[in-house]
């Protein structure tokens, strides 16, 4: 069983810089695909950016592509989410999860196997 904990949200500005950080309990994620998926209020959630498993490259969406970075660390079980440039519209809940052996692309919330519980990230001046 793998246990995701996000962490690195809070309060920044218009133009800053956040990073979110999603670790696992016990495993290390490089064999796993992670997603990251946000949910602002009253719209649906959708895919920030997704790695597949043993790779490093991202598949970001449209709406943050050239503004975020996904960054593996396999020694400390992590997958960070780097957001720069951020803007108002990126305010919601960010999530991370894990499938096993997967690629990321095309792979919706509901098909990770795991979960996180999500960090708030709010972008306001």
């Known amino acids: 069983q793998l246990q995701l904990v996000e962490s690195g949200g809070g309060l920044a500005q218009p133009g800053g810089s956040l990073r979110l950080s999603c670790a696992s309990s016990?495993?290390?994620?490089?064999?796993?695909?992670v997603g990251w998926f946000r949910q602002a209020p009253g719209k649906e959630r959708e895919r920030v950016s997704c790695?597949?498993?043993?790779?490093?490259?991202?598949h970001d969406a449209d709406s943050v592509k050239g503004r975020v970075t996904i960054a593996r660390d396999n020694a400390k079980h992590a997958v960070y989410l780097q957001m720069d440039s951020l803007k108002p519209e990126d305010t919601a809940v960010y999530y991370c999860?894990?499938?096993?052996?997967?690629?990321?692309?095309?792979?919706?919330?509901?098909?990770?196997?795991?979960r996180g519980q999500g960090t708030q990230v709010t972008v306001s001046s």
């Open positions: 999860a894990a499938a096993y052996d997967r690629n990321c692309r095309g792979m919706g919330f509901d098909a990770y196997t795991y």
């Open positions: 016990g495993s290390p994620l490089h064999f796993y695909a």
């Open positions: 790695v597949s498993s043993g790779e490093y490259n991202s």
